[in-house]
């Protein structure tokens, strides 16, 4: 028997509650993983939520990644004792994922712990800190400028706390949008240069292109944020697109990539190749500062999750939530 964060259908709602489950319960996979660590993201919010229709089957667990030890392996990658980490494939919304105990998963989709991280500060990083590790590395393919103001908008998040840290560590001049002054002196912990408010970015650009001032960034609100984020891109300079907290319409026009040469970098995180994923995994473990990490920390138990879900879809959550499924 293991513990699991259930969801079920309660009439036109979903419900989450824990529940004892048996091992026969779990899903087909070829790898057995005694979980120790999950994490809420954005996506979890919404599948714990019912929201988004991403969860097509019930009863389910959700958890879109996980790390702990394996247990039980047919696949020639992996024995028992591992060290292991998920994030992406769709686990969590078409197959059950990591708020419980154990799960079982193809052994293609897990990657190794990476040497100094336990599963505990993996699961800090989780699935936001591997998206935004993945958007830094996509800025620095496309030639990201030293010396420049790189902004991260919606920074207090998951994806935004993690683009701060990192970015700040390699040098750049981090300018973080928010819209609660409350986490001021945490984004400034994080390594922040500035920060600016959120609400200059929720109408749309009045014009195609505005003064240049970005040498990069890291967006995860999308809509009229990610629309005036471009009109104000230096020449050359690329916008990497992670998140639509703001909203999924895009509306601007193609001048900023006519006439300054502006990149918009899309940021995939759940097929990303397992290449990526690796060199991604290796890049945090080295330019993510363990400060950081340690300041992003909220710990949870799986009884907590429902509560935080329905908080971090309303921007009420700071940094990341590491649930222990154990607690």
């Known amino acids: 028997m293991f513990k699991a964060l259930v969801l079920d259908h309660a009439g036109a709602a ?4 824990v529940h004892e489950l048996d091992e026969s319960a779990l899903p087909a996979g070829d790898v057995t993983v005694a979980v120790e660590y999950s994490s809420l993201n954005y996506k979890d919010g919404l599948v714990v939520n019912g929201a988004g229709g991403l969860v097509k089957k019930y009863p389910h667990v959700p958890g879109i990644d996980f790390a702990g030890t394996v247990r039980d392996s047919r696949h020639p990658a992996w024995k028992p004792g591992d060290a292991v980490v998920l994030t992406g494939w769709r686990v969590g919304e078409v197959q059950w994922g990591g708020l419980a105990q154990l799960a079982r998963v193809s052994g293609d989709w897990l990657v190794p712990l990476p040497s100094g991280l336990d599963a505990r500060r993996a699961m800090v990083v989780g699935t936001a800190g591997f998206t935004a590790m993945l958007a830094v590395m996509a800025l620095e393919a496309h030639g990201i400028a030293t010396g420049g103001e790189v902004l991260v908008t919606g920074a207090a998040g998951g994806v935004g706390s993690v683009a701060t840290a990192i970015l700040a560590k390699l040098g750049h001049a981090v300018i973080a949008s928010t819209g609660r002054a409350e986490t001021h002196d945490y984004l400034r912990r994080l390594g922040a240069r500035d920060l ?25 609100v999308g809509g ?19 998140g639509l907290a703001g909203g999924n319409k895009l509306q601007t026009t193609v001048i900023p990539f006519l006439l300054r040469g502006v990149n918009l970098l899309g940021i995939d995180s759940v097929m990303c190749p397992r290449e990526k994923r690796l060199a991604a995994w290796q890049r945090i473990a080295r330019d993510l500062p363990a400060a950081a990490l340690d300041a992003m920390i909220v710990e949870a138990g799986l009884a907590e999750v429902p509560r935080l879900a329905a908080d971090i879809l309303q921007g009420r959550v700071r940094g990341r939530v590491v649930v222990d499924v154990n607690r």
């Open 14 to 17: 979903v419900g989450a509650k």
């Open 196 to 220: 600016i408010d959120r609400s200059p970015f929720a109408d749309a650009a009045a014009r195609p292109l505005e003064s240049e001032r970005w040498a990069g960034c890291v967006d995860s």
């Open 224 to 242: 009229n944020t990610l629309a005036r984020v471009l009109a104000q891109m230096r020449y050359g300079a690329s916008v990497a697109a992670v």
